[in-house]
């Protein structure tokens, strides 16, 4: 079978390796149909060292079931499923917490720390299939896929974020981000009531996506003129919630500037530093409180399903360039090179 592979920044090759299999009777193997490039795969597309050895890629995907474990009962062959980004039993305490992230299994893990396997692939083992795995009641070229994807973790991630940030209706909310998961957050904001959203982002044809999304104000500007012009639309007094979707330090310290005393900053974006304030001068003072982390997308699936399935919300219009296994290495460069937002994989 063919699968992605990087080897090094900036190097990733589509190449033939062992076909997955059944390895454990919780296993199920799936006939990979969709998947994507994410945001996140672009930190090691930045940082990743050759001495690391190459790395199979992808963890957002929809496929067919074509063999069980003799333990899974949930699933049978040919089922169309969706896998969340992290794997989980969903009955340990923590997955009955809605925290699948932090399922106590100890075949539990994210995508990248499963050895040999990876979503970006004509197929793949899935461990824990009856906890992981969702059944869709769709046909595999089902017009909604596009839209299904985004369930195994953008849609879901923008989603936490404005849940663990306690959006409610009535709330002033600031999305810090234009990618894909800012993108999901607006979508996310309003569909929980927000009565302003803006969003804070400088590429038009992104932005214009929020508005549609439900954005009411866009925001180019950065830093301490980006921070006074979310302050004079919010009544000088700030955001209620910031939704940090970028994961870097100036979008983390643009939160703490445009959120109000006794507001949350909820943080999605894959943190790239270690340390961040929050002392006196910054979340303590006026009572701020700091939530989200890795988005337990499983514990959101049965609730944003219906609204795909009947065409309340379209979140698969975040994909803006579609490519087979091959053109995956130039789709990294394009996410990259920010002239595509996100890319579909459809092997």
Known sequence: MRATLMYEAGVVRVENVPDSRIKHPTDALVRITASC?????????HSRSAADGPARMGHELIGIVEEIGSDVTALKKGDLVVSPFAISDNVCEFCRANLQTSCSHHEANFWDGIPDEGGQAEAV????????LVKLPV?????????????????????HAAKAGGVTEGDRVTVIGDGAVGLMAVLSAKRLGAEQIILMGRHKDRTDLGREFGATDVVAERGQEGIAKVRELTGGHGAHVALEAVGYMPAYEQAIGIVRPGGVISRVGVPQYEEAPIGFGSLFRHNIRLAGGPAPVRAYIDELLPDILDGTIEPGK??????????????????????????????
Do not use: E, N
């Open 318 to 347: 975040v994909f803006d360039a579609t490519t087979d296994l091959d053109g995956v290495p130039a789709g990294y460069q394009d996410m990259d090179d920010r002239t595509s937002l996100k890319v579909l994989i459809q092997p």
């Open 37 to 45: 490039i994410c945001g996140s795969d672009l930190h090691p597309y």
């Open 139 to 159: 046909a595999p070229d089902s017009a909604l896929i596009p839209s299904l994807l985004t369930l195994a973790d953008v849609f879901g991630t923008g989603y």
């Open 125 to 132: 083992r899935v461990p824990l299939a009856d906890g992981t």
